[in-house]
């Protein structure tokens, strides 16, 4: 028993919850709240009914005893027990009552076998009495923990008239009543008579059982409860998708509809500078007229004004000739009225009527998955690559075979080796909503294995499969960028990230902004231009996407972080240069943790510092000696993993700053590193280096395990010229940008 924990708050429990005061006389219903006994008597003369009683608490309704006296409920020892160690606990500060002439007094013991308080006087008494020479007795100054454990631990006496002092030894099995030995001579002779040290352990497993049952049934029903729970919030969940799924339906007819307004606009103003051309020309010919006109018309009245008789008419044919080569039309041609285009919008009619009278989608509700019916396909069922990212899709059907979709299918798969034994293989599943399960999987080691896969604890057709694993292999897809400011042309292009929507983008450093990029390369947007304001670049470096559709972008040469909305518009920025926990000096790398919390590797200051969402300072990580010169930090798992620029090596902490390892040295082997840029983590939980100096990529385990590498220095496809930033699309395609090749590569 903890003294302690009983002697906290010990006057609360003591308390009758219907007057507040201390217990008098503490009777018990069989709900098991107790009361005093005259507080009951006194509920009990308000409440309904004469033969029960209402519990004053739980509001449970129980028979009185059959003498309709409640003074027969079972009194509550234990409650008795803790007023008194309570009157123990607080003698020093109230006086005792005695036990034998009621006086109270502050100089008290208390016997242990009679369970009584004595004062001075009648302790004295107590004492000289040769029936008592064998009594515990204690003065309660004198009280140590393990006494107040003996006082709990009192006999329990009979409570019959004139019984009082003859204690509680058997259980009447008949009756089903704890007795005294005088109550088993009166009333229980002949009956079956236990002792009531084995009835209780007997009880005690009785009740045990009794409690695990109702324990279990408690904890079923909280299952069930969780389970609702979840339910529920799978129903909330479905709902959000489904309208995210229509959002995003109606985003992209929108797009491609504002795509082609502006190809109309394009034509538009197309037809409008070619017609504005040839009126521009026609304007220049009939103003060189008009000259020409002025200028033989005042040659004209020089002669008739300046000219003799004979004169005039000696020049008169000359004249002729002169006004003969003057354009002598007055106004423009037919030909020119002619070639003037009308521009007209004309409507696609067809269109206009479809989408009014077409919905964008319905809302469709698809039945029970069956395994049975359920298919895998692709090459990554029978082959793989070590470190590399391998694929299949499921795809779920119901009883009739159609191809369905539910939220509650449970997709699993399993891969083994020859033996059986569970390899280290990792699995992942990616729900695509629509019936079908993508499956990627990123083998570690050599070897054949076999892939189990279940949907909803059921093997599905043909199911297991055979895997045979070769070496670690990635081979590039496509680059697209080449130097330049154009749409599309990147200069020193330097971090790299991708949202939930496979968008890629790209910080286009010395064009001073950030351009997006669909996952085939083909652009998007872009917003930024070179500038001190808001939203105003010098030389962006960093960039990270968050769940809330924000865009962070370090802004290296202003020492901030700007915040930008997912289509390109300024909505707050925080740092500012200095070194203090809110300020930053030329900062690197971003990301995002699992609390949504932004990750700043601020270089110049050597730290590593964690921002909330809003820009407000959370904690640092670093310190004297610590870093040299952080250029990116990533959460992984529960670590944050730091590639050290200037020590060529990667430093690993734990979620609350604290230092556990490194791996790494300068060199050019295999693990070795040679100014590490920014990381990233691939599908199968692998570190990616950007091992710039060395013109490669490098995979690692967390513990710093070399796995493989890809890439050699050079400008052809599968080359690298110093890859700053790696990212990973949803298809496990790799992104990385090249700072010297100034372009994007991807890599399956």
């Known amino acids: 028993m903890d003294v302690k924990t009983l002697l906290h708050n010990l006057r609360e429990e003591v308390c009758c919850s219907v007057c507040s005061d201390i217990f008098t006389d503490p009777k018990q219903l069989p709900c098991l709240h107790s009361f005093c006994l005259h507080c009951l008597k006194q509920w009990h003369r308000t409440s309904h009914g004469r033969d029960t009683i209402r519990c004053p608490k739980c509001q449970l309704v129980s028979k009185v ?29 109230s006086q005792v009552r005695c036990g034998n002439c009621e006086k109270k007094s502050s100089e008290t013991s208390y016997c242990f076998h009679c369970c009584i308080f004595y004062c001075q006087e009648c302790v004295t008494g107590h004492n000289i009495m040769r029936n008592n020479k064998d009594h515990r007795v204690l003065a309660l100054n004198d009280f140590q923990d ?12 009979c409570a019959k008239q004139r019984h009082e002092k003859e204690e ?15 109550c088993v001579t009166l009333s229980h002779s002949g009956h079956a008579l236990e002792h009531i040290e084995e009835e209780a352990e007997r009880q005690k497993i009785e009740m045990k059982s009794m409690i695990e049952t109702q324990r279990r ?80 018309l005042d040659k004209a009245d020089k002669v008739l004004t300046r000219s003799a008789n004979a004169e005039v008419v000696q020049v008169k044919k000359s004249l002729q000739t002169i006004l003969k080569g003057v354009d002598q039309t007055t106004k423009p041609s037919k030909r020119d009225l ?15 009527e479809t989408v009014n009278a077409e919905e964008i989608g319905t809302l469709k509700l698809l039945q029970q998955t069956e395994a049975s019916h359920s298919v895998a396909e692709g090459k990554g069922l029978e082959e793989g690559t070590v470190g590399g990212e391998e694929q299949f899709v499921v795809t779920t059907r119901n009883a009739e075979g159609e191809q369905c979709y539910s939220k509650h299918d449970r997709v699993t798969v399993e891969i083994t080796d020859e033996q059986g034994r569970e390899c280290a293989t990792e699995v992942r599943i990616n729900d695509n909503k629509d019936g079908s399960y993508k499956i990627s999987y990123s083998p570690k080691d050599q070897g054949k294995y076999k892939v189990t896969v279940k949907v909803n604890g059921k093997h599905i057709c043909k199911s297991p499969f055979s895997l045979q694993v070769k070496l670690f292999h990635l081979r590039p897809v496509l680059s697209f960028g080449k130097q330049g400011s154009s ?52 030389y962006p470096t960093g960039i990270t996407f968050h769940k809330n559709g924000n865009i962070f972008v370090a802004n290296n040469g202003k020492h901030r972080i700007q915040i930008f909305s997912g289509e390109g518009e300024h909505v707050g920025m925080f740092g500012g240069y200095g070194s203090l926990d809110s300020q930053l000096s030329n900062p690197c790398g971003l990301s995002v943790d699992s609390d949504g919390n932004i990750i700043v590797a601020d270089a110049g200051n050597k730290l590593i510092k964690i921002f909330s969402p809003d820009g407000k300072f959370l904690m640092k990580i670093g310190g004297q000696g610590s870093f040299t010169y952080p250029i990116h930090c990533v959460q992984c798992d529960r670590y944050l993993i730091v ?31 040679n100014k590490p840029c920014f990381l990233s983590v691939n599908k199968s ?53 090249e700072w010297l090749n100034h372009r994007l590569q991807l890599f399956e």
């Open 643 to 673: 590639p050290d620029y200037e020590e060529h090596c990667i430093k690993v902490y734990d979620r609350y700053g604290n230092f556990q390892y490194k791996f790494g040295k300068q060199g050019g082997r295999d693990g070795e590193l």
């Open 685 to 737: 939980g692998q570190l990616m280096v950007c091992d710039s100096g060395n013109n490669r990529i490098q995979v690692f385990e967390l513990n710093g395990k070399f796995v493989g590498k890809f890439g050699t220095k050079g400008s052809n496809l599968g080359e690298f010229g110093s890859p700053r930033s790696v990212a990973v699309l949803s298809n496990g395609r790799i992104v990385v940008c």
């Open 146 to 157: 393990m006494d107040y454990e003996d006082v709990l631990k009192r006999p329990v006496f």
């Open 168 to 182: 509680l030894k058997y259980f009447c099995k008949n009756c089903e009543l704890a007795v005294c030995q005088t």
């Open 217 to 296: 049934n408690l904890q079923a029903k909280m299952d069930a409860v969780t389970k609702l729970d979840e339910d529920y919030a799978k129903l909330i969940q479905q709902c959000e998708e489904v309208k995210r799924d229509v959002q995003g339906t109606v985003d992209d007819l929108i797009a491609n509809i504002e795509a082609k307004k502006q190809n109309i606009f394009a034509a538009v103003e197309d037809q409008t500078k070619k017609s504005l051309d040839s009126l521009t020309t026609q304007k220049s010919e009939t103003e060189n007229q008009i000259e020409e006109i002025k200028s033989s």
């Open 338 to 352: 002619k070639g003037l285009p009308i521009l007209v919008f004309v409507e696609n009619q067809k269109m206009l």
């Open 65 to 93: 005893p059959e003498r309709g006296d409640l003074k027969d409920l079972p009194t509550s020892f234990y409650l008795n027990g803790l007023i008194d160690v309570l009157a123990i606990k607080e003698c020093r500060s």
């Open 487 to 538: 749409v599309g042309m990147f200069n020193y292009p330097w971090g790299v990230e991708v949202n939930v929507r496979d968008e890629i983008a790209v910080t286009d450093g010395l064009n001073q902004r950030v351009q997006v990029f669909n996952s085939d390369g083909k652009y998007l947007r872009s917003f930024g231009r070179e500038g001190h304001n808001a939203g105003e670049f010098d």
